[in-house]
Structures are given as structure tokens and as C-alpha cells.
């Protein structure tokens, strides 16, 4: 088993409210779904959203097999969810509709090369449809950009030495 670091980078965000249009929700939020929970909530009105996880991979036979908190689905139909939702007064989050992104849809020799160099497998895409509405329901595997990207150390705030 070993682990891949995925970042996912959401962009276009824009609450139905804004504009004086009001959809059926309004102060929309959306957050990556662990478990049962819906976590990291951004509100729908930021210019972009950044989720950064981490999944367990095993190859299995000449397949490749995600596991971990954030990974939902049957063996061989595996995928995360980004869920969109509402805050009630009381903090709760109230599901709306949600984003299906599966890892059968990423290159395989991405994701083997994002291992083998322990760099983070980076994808992006838009959260939004044409009309500006919350996007919804499983990603088309051409909507997102998957991409290698190389871990930048982290660089203290004061470099003088």
C-alpha cells in the first residue's frame, strides 16, 4: 500500500444569490465529503477552492485500488465526493447536491508517477455550469485536468538566515 497526496483546485465558484438572482439555495458552501462528514467547507462565493487529501493506493492484479476516509464506492468504481450545502444557523451543514469525481477517469501512469516520485496529484476543475449553477452529479472525465506535481518544501517565513 502506499499513499497518494491529491490536491483538487475548484474554480468559478459562485453563489446563486449573488447578483440579486435567488436560486432554490442561497449561501451555498462546498466541502469535500470524509466518511459520512462534509469537511473543509469553502463558502460558494471565493474565487477558488483547494481540497488537499491523501488516499491509500494498492495495485490489485492490473487494476489499482483507492482507499481511505475520503474514497466512497465498490472496489473497481471507487470515487470522492465535493459536496455542496447550506450552514443552518445552529453550524449544521444541510447537503444540497454533490460532485462525483472518480478515480477510474485519472491516467494510470499518472497516478503511477505522481507514487513513484511522491509528488501530489493535482486536479482541476470548474465548479460551476454554463449558467453559473453548482456543477453536479459525476465529473466528465474532460472537465477535470489531471496534472504531476512536484511538493514544494515549505519556505519559512523570514529566510534571513
Request: no cysteine; aromatic share 6%; net charge negative.
Amino acid at each position: 500500500m502506499t499513499t497518494l497526496k491529491i490536491q483538487l483546485v475548484g474554480e468559478g465558484l459562485r453563489d446563486p444569490g449573488e447578483d440579486g438572482a435567488r436560486g432554490p439555495h442561497s449561501g451555498l458552501h462546498i466541502g469535500i465529503q470524509r466518511k459520512a462528514a462534509v469537511v473543509d467547507l469553502v463558502p460558494a462565493t471565493a474565487p477558488r477552492v483547494t481540497f488537499s487529501l491523501e488516499v491509500d493506493v494498492v495495485a490489485t492484479g492490473d487494476e489499482l485500488d483507492f482507499r481511505g476516509p475520503y474514497v466512497h464506492g465498490p472496489r473497481g468504481g471507487r470515487f470522492l465526493y465535493l459536496s455542496w450545502g447550506e450552514i443552518d444557523r445552529d453550524g449544521s451543514f444541510g447537503m444540497v447536491q454533490r460532485m462525483k469525481i472518480k478515480f477510474g477517469s485519472i491516467e494510470r501512469a499518472l497516478v503511477e508517477r505522481a507514487l513513484a516520485s511522491g509528488s501530489t496529484l493535482h486536479g482541476t476543475l470548474p465548479l460551476t455550469d454554463e449558467a453559473g449553477n453548482p456543477s453536479s452529479g459525476t465529473v466528465k472525465p474532460d472537465l477535470i485536468t489531471w496534472t504531476v506535481v512536484p511538493d514544494v518544501p515549505n519556505v519559512p517565513d523570514d529566510d534571513r538566515a
